[in-house]
Nanobody
Framework: QVQLVESAGGSVQAGGSLRLSCIAS?????RGWFRQAPGKEREFVAA????????YYADSVKGRFTITRDNAMNTVYLQMNSLKPEDTAAYSCVAGFDSDGFGAQYANGEYYSYWGQGTQVTVSS
């Protein structure tokens, strides 16, 4: 069983920045972030393969968000810049152990075995 603990989110004005972190109780092969806004479906945000640092992003956040990892701390970060009101959502950290399927499945929530509790990010206009 893997425990994922996310940092607190926050509230910022449009154009601002926030950084989320997610600590895992054990090393994992893949990590990522999903988000869900009220009344909307869950959507993929970003993912990273732990071994080589390969990263993937949703088109909606590409160029604004950056996912990185800290090997020693089993921690993944999501740096969010140029935030927009449409980025408002509950953000959840995810983790998995399947490396072979990562390239094709990274945006599929069912691919990840473990989910964090979620943390709220609110961006005001």
């Amino acid at each position: 069983q893997v425990q994922l603990v996310e940092s607190a989110g926050g509230s910022v004005q449009a154009g601002g920045s926030l950084r989320l972190s997610c600590i895992a109780s054990t090393p994992t092969v893949t990590r990522g972030w999903f988000r869900q806004a009220p009344g909307k479906e869950r959507e993929f945000v970003a993912a990273i393969r732990w071994s080589d640092g390969s990263t993937y992003y949703a088109d909606s956040v590409k160029g604004r968000f950056t996912i990185t990892r800290d090997n020693a701390m089993n921690t993944v970060y999501l740096q969010m810049n140029s935030l927009k009101p449409e980025d408002t959502a509950a953000y959840s950290c995810v983790a998995g152990f399947d490396s072979d399927g990562f390239g094709a499945q990274y945006a599929n929530g069912e691919y990840y075995s473990y989910w964090g509790q979620g943390t709220q990010v609110t961006v005001s206009s």
